[in-house]
């Protein structure tokens, strides 16, 4: 199985702030990579498939690249809304996995 | 719009079953695949398994191999888990989610999810 490794675990910084949160795979997954943002009590949302493709709807501020085994998200300037908790997930085999997350908070 | 809801959460003693529904709308139900994702009490996302759109491929993640059951009818819009052998470390939130294709990738939409507790 494909394990999924995220840091830091949790992320504290100022609104306008450039943050980025990586994501390693034990294993190459290409770019078979996503990006969710998760609320408190709520559902994930998707971000970005594919590594770097943000879907429709997402902020122009986020964005994310890499291929192979290193991964990264990057929120250009931060906004109090992206107050959240962010997972990577691989779907390159199954069982698919997601990271541990990263929990962004705003100071 | 895209719409997929869970149901069927509840308490459930441990060794005891439970059947969670997972019902689409807002698209052609039978031509994506549905995974199942839960999330423990204050923990992470855990993928659980995927269903092809045509339920003749199923994928487990080892710890509920051998226990939980995927099936869909597609006719009523519905993908089924069947969770045998429950235990406490299986208490979580249920999530569905769609596929953007007939079999795994990504989780494109979610459900809100439904709440598994097991305790005695």
């Known amino acids: 199985d494909i394990q999924m490794f995220q840091s830091p675990p949790t992320l504290s910084a100022s609104v306008g702030d450039r943050v980025s949160i990586a994501c390693r795979a034990s294993?190459?997954?290409?770019?078979?990579l996503a990006w969710y943002q998760q609320k408190p009590g709520k559902a994930p949302k998707l971000l970005i498939t594919?590594?770097?493709t943000v879907q429709s709807g997402v902020p122009s501020r986020f964005s994310g690249s890499g291929s192979g085994t290193e991964f990264t998200l990057t929120i250009s300037s931060l906004q109090p809304d992206d107050s959240a908790t962010y997972y990577c997930q691989q779907y390159n085999s199954y069982p698919e996995t997601f990271g541990q997350g990263t929990k962004l908070e705003i100071k | 719009q895209v719409q997929l809801v869970e149901s069927g959460g509840g308490v459930v003693q441990p060794g005891r079953s439970l059947r969670l529904s997972c019902a689409g709308s807002?698209?052609?139900?039978?031509?994506?695949?549905i995974h199942w994702v839960r999330q423990a009490p204050g923990k992470g996302l855990e993928w659980m398994a995927l269903?092809?759109?045509?339920?003749?491929?199923?994928y487990y993640e080892d710890s509920v191999k051998g226990r939980f059951t995927l099936s869909r009818d597609n006719s009523k819009n519905t993908v089924y888990l069947q969770m045998s052998s429950l235990r406490p470390e299986d208490t979580a939130v249920y999530y569905c989610?769609?596929?953007?294709?007939?079999?795994?990738?990504?989780?494109?939409?979610w459900g809100p999810g439904t709440l598994v507790t097991v305790s005695s």
């Open positions: 807002g698209f052609t139900f039978g031509n994506y695949g």
């Open positions: 594919k590594a770097s």
């Open positions: 989610a769609k596929s953007p294709r007939r079999d795994g990738s990504f989780l494109e939409y």
């Open positions: 294993q190459s997954i290409s770019s078979w």
């Open positions: 269903i092809t759109y045509d339920g003749r491929n199923i």
